[in-house]
């Protein structure tokens, strides 16, 4: 009995009594949380630490979800990375060229290479690779203008993320947050304003209350753009009744000047209209000296007339985009009185829309547009 009661007393403090040694701290945890009741600080412990640490045994399902959706989060601002033009560093809103070596470039950027180098007599290269890149070098990514189509992008009206092959459409119609105007501006109200505001604001407009004489001041501005307009119309309309009519296909070609610091200008082959021979010239900012670090861009052309003629010859004449360009132009007359002394336009502005335009001019391989030219008769 004795032994027996050693035994016990050894036994005793080895379950009861705090324990010095590793293991004893061990057997003391776990026979806490096993006396401990449902209730009891030993299930409230266990709760802090499961918040703390992952269950092993917890289904993966929620944890696995999550990551996915940060994966995909990160997997976005990557794409971004590897599908954004070289040039402008942003994702290309239209076309996507890419050079011999798969670098990317939007449609505005490769048209922009194109045209320094033309201005710089230097042979366009590729931003990251320095290959040589032209419009017959290169080619257009479908794959990436399809992908980049469905990256998600933020409306700048709701800020709502939609894809981006989608978000012009939800801007210019669907979009309530979207910017827009009165229908009574025509007679003067320049409210603007989100959408969803435009019905209340309708109904309390006092533009349809205004008088007559009120509204006359705001339909003479009116009248006076529409004149503009229909006084263009109606000259071309009336010089399509002259007599002598001539029209040509002209291809202006790239040139230097001899000069130490040569220029870019651009002539074409001599043609004959009217039973006349004639060149066009052009220069592209008035021949500035260093277009190239310009950003606002034209061209303005000059009319020649070659042959030797017995009288003055009076006319007037225009130029129009070519039929397989694309580029924008709108119509302007011009009038000239030609003769022996005096056979050389000035130098008119090519009335061209803007610097983009511009640049698709100066980016080909020549530019072609068409010429009308009418002689007035005395």
């Avoid at 402008?88 to 194109?114: E, R, W």
């Avoid at 981006?164 to 003067?188: A, F, M, N, P, W």
């Avoid at 861009?297 to 985009?321: D, W």
Wanted: hydrophobic share 35%; charged share 25%.
């Amino acid at each position: 009995m004795s032994s027996l009661e050693d035994r016990g007393e050894v036994g005793v403090p080895v379950a009861t009594a705090p324990s010095s040694s590793s293991a004893g701290l061990g057997v003391g945890a776990a026979g806490a949380g096993l006396e401990a009741g449902p209730g009891g600080p030993g299930v409230q412990g266990g709760q802090e630490q499961a918040d703390q640490e992952p269950d092993p045994d917890a289904p993966p399902k929620k944890r696995v979800r999550l990551l996915q959706e940060g994966e995909a989060g990160k997997l976005e601002e990557r794409l971004y990375v590897v599908l954004c033009c070289t040039v402008c560093l942003d994702l290309p809103k239209a076309s996507v060229y890419q050079c011999t070596n798969g670098h990317l470039m939007c449609a505005g950027c490769f048209i922009h290479l194109l045209a320094d180098a033309r201005l710089k007599e230097e042979q366009a290269t590729c931003p990251n690779c320095r290959c040589e890149i032209s419009k017959s070098l290169c080619c257009r990514n479908l794959a990436v203008e399809k992908a980049v189509s469905e990256l998600p992008c933020e409306c700048s009206f709701c800020l709502k993320l939609f894809p981006r092959s989608v978000l012009e459409r939800h801007q210019k119609e669907e979009c309530q947050d979207r910017v827009t105007v009165c229908k009574y501006k025509r007679i003067g109200c320049p409210w603007k304003g989100p959408f969803h505001e435009l019905t209340v604001h309708e109904a309390e407009c006092c533009h349809p209350t205004k008088t007559g004489n009120e509204l006359m001041g705001i339909l003479d501005v009116m009248d006076q753009s529409h004149r503009k307009e229909m006084q263009l119309y109606n000259g071309i309309f009336s010089l399509l009744c002259f007599e002598k009519i001539g029209f040509t296909e002209v291809q202006f070609r790239p040139y230097r000047t001899e000069d130490f610091i040569t220029r870019l200008y651009y002539e074409t082959p001599r043609f004959t209209v009217l039973n006349q021979t004639w060149v066009l010239k052009a220069r592209v900012n008035d021949s500035e000296r260093n277009p190239n670090l310009s950003c606002k861009r034209t061209l303005s052309f000059q009319l020649i007339l070659k042959s030797k003629v017995n009288s003055a010859m009076e006319c007037s004449y225009l130029l129009l985009k070519g039929p397989y360009d694309d580029v924008k132009i709108k119509p302007v007359i011009y009038h000239y009185v030609f003769s022996n002394d005096a056979n050389e336009t000035d130098y008119m502005p090519l009335p061209i829309i803007d610097s983009i335009e511009c640049n698709k001019l100066l980016a080909a391989k020549n530019i072609n547009l068409r010429l009308f030219i009418f002689q007035i008769q005395k």
